[in-house]
């Protein structure tokens, strides 16, 4: 009898020991961070939500069991060594049990046993729910102070802020997140909006008075067609033309004309824009096609989150015109889409 409480007393404390020298992982990556990677199918992220989920019941029931093994080892030092001894050995183990659980050999067993079940421990607390409810007695065991994990994480950092950013400031915080990620073709002008003139047009005083009605400070100049573009007209320019000495805009165009992919990225056209120092882009899919223009002005505003405005400037969102085809492209009356 003596030998089985003498077991029973070992056993109590190699539990104690066991269950003290757990630490339940928390993520770190914040709620928002593991919804994200969840919906982009991480399966890693789906168990660690769900530990983040139910952390504070595994922590709970961690020192519910840590508390009862002490307490069953108190219990058991008294019967089986009496009063005396027992009591002395029982706050000896209650003091120290926690740095001995530290050593590295038995906080290692301990927690690789314990990763080894945590899918059943998870499976059990969301069976009966109702008893991890008594046993909640802690405040949420994560303290905030994860690291940002990515640039969609902070946006919503910002997006859900509250008296500390103004509007202004969520607002270029916001799309300087995201303009790297940004395609040109999300912010070029469309094809069927750019308006262009031909190489052989006369820049008389009523082609002059047109190209300035269309609210654009530089034109793509063409041979034929949209597809052909040959040189930009700078109509700031043209404002010291000798109206009485009509030239073509073939003669009075720049001739340097720069082409950029529709897939290349808005941090790319910066960075091209920088270094030809050049305002005005032709926009090209891979056959070479005309698909649209991209601007200067148009990477600023995107990187910015706000409109720059000068006297050239219609203040119509070209990309929203261009959704009502003004124009009428390829809309005959007989017209049927497939």
Do not use: C
Request: glycine share 4%.
């Amino acid at each position: 009898m003596h030998n089985f409480q003498i077991i029973l007393t070992v056993l109590s404390f190699i539990f104690l020991l066991f269950f003290s020298a757990i630490r339940p992982s928390v993520s770190r990556f914040s709620e928002f961070e593991l919804k994200r990677r969840v919906e982009l199918g991480d399966k890693d992220a789906e168990q660690a939500m769900t530990r983040q989920e139910l952390l504070i019941d595994i922590i709970s029931l961690q020192r519910a069991l840590t508390a009862l093994f002490l307490a069953l080892f108190v219990l058991m030092s008294v019967v089986t060594f009496g009063w005396l001894i027992g009591i002395i050995l029982a706050v000896i183990v209650s003091l120290e049990y926690g740095f001995i659980a530290r050593i590295g050999l038995i906080k290692g067993w301990s927690q690789r046993v314990y990763n080894h079940f945590e899918k059943d421990i998870i499976r059990f607390i969301k069976k009966v729910p109702y008893i991890f409810k008594l046993l909640r007695s802690m405040p949420s065991p994560v303290d905030g102070n994860q690291p940002i994990a990515s640039r969609q994480e902070l946006q919503h950092l910002v997006d859900e802020s509250v008296g500390v950013l103004t509007a202004d400031e969520k607002n270029l915080i916001v799309h300087s997140l995201s303009f790297e990620d940004q395609p040109v073709s999300s912010v070029m002008t469309p094809k069927s909006m750019i308006d262009s003139i031909k190489s052989t047009e006369f820049l008389g005083p009523l082609t002059l008075d047109d190209l300035h009605k269309t609210g654009h400070s530089r034109l793509p100049v063409i041979k034929g067609d949209i597809d052909h573009v040959i040189g930009i007209l700078n109509l700031q320019s043209l404002l010291a033309l000798d109206v009485k000495r009509s030239t073509t805009a073939e003669k009075a165009m720049e001739q340097k004309v720069f082409y950029i992919r529709q897939d290349q990225s808005l941090r790319h056209a910066l960075a091209a824009f920088l270094k030809v120092k050049h305002h005005l882009f032709i926009v090209v899919n891979e056959f070479r096609e005309t698909v649209g223009l991209l601007s200067l002005e148009d990477v600023i505003e995107t990187l910015i989150g706000r409109k720059i405005i000068d006297e050239f400037d219609n203040h119509d969102n070209l990309r929203e015109v261009a959704m009502r085809n003004p124009h009428g492209n390829n809309h005959p009356e007989n017209h049927t889409d497939v």
